[in-house]
């Protein structure tokens, strides 16, 4: 059974860092790419970024390019997404998913930016 759990979400000021982590379970972590998308009150959820394995490709949305990265551990099974210089427009629920065209998500985590 995968399971996929988020942490790290919370309340952070504009231009503040917040470093999301996700921890997989129940399948072959390191052989599958992970994905991080978001989802903000009213609106579809969305790509944010992804990362391929082994090369560990990444892409990013445009919207987050130069201020988020995202890497891995496969030692761990986890992935991260660090986040910096977090704008009121990046609050959202943050969600990790196992591929990029899988039904794998994880609960999500809260990602608010407010003064």
């Known amino acids: 059974q995968v399971q996929l759990v988020e942490s790290g979400g919370g309340l952070v000021q504009p231009g503040g860092s917040l470093r999301l982590s996700c921890t997989g379970s129940?399948?072959?972590?390191?052989?599958?790419?992970m994905s991080w998308y978001r989802q903000a009150p009213g609106r579809e959820r969305e790509f944010v970024a992804r990362i391929d394995t082994p090369d560990s490709i990444r892409e990013y949305a445009d919207s987050v390019k130069g201020r988020f990265t995202i890497f891995r551990n496969n030692y761990k099974k986890t992935v991260y997404l660090q986040m910096n210089n977090l704008q009121p427009e990046d609050t959202a629920v943050y969600y990790c998913?196992?591929?990029?065209?899988?039904?794998?998500w994880g609960q999500g985590t809260q990602v608010t930016v407010s003064s």
């Open positions: 129940g399948f072959t972590f390191a052989t599958i790419g």
């Open positions: 998913r196992r591929g990029w065209n899988t039904a794998d």
